[in-house]
């Protein structure tokens, strides 16, 4: 494991409300925002963002 700290940044779609996500770009991490310490969800970010823009989780 990297002994490099990571830099997270609040998704630019958070609002005011506290429900927020916090992205990490380096890894395809995913968190959230009031519970830093707590579980991340890795995944491959641009692919998924690809699916989602070609309407593939439109209900």
Known sequence: MSSTP???RKSS???SNA???E???DRGAV???KNPTGPVLL???ASF???VK???FDA
């Open 19 to 21: 429900a927020c996500v």
């Open 43 to 45: 995944a491959d970010l």
């Open 49 to 51: 963002t690809a699916e």
């Open 31 to 33: 968190r959230d925002s």
């Open 6 to 8: 990571m830099t997270w």
């Open 13 to 15: 779609r958070s609002g």
């Open 54 to 56: 070609a309407g593939h």
């Open 23 to 25: 992205l990490r770009n």
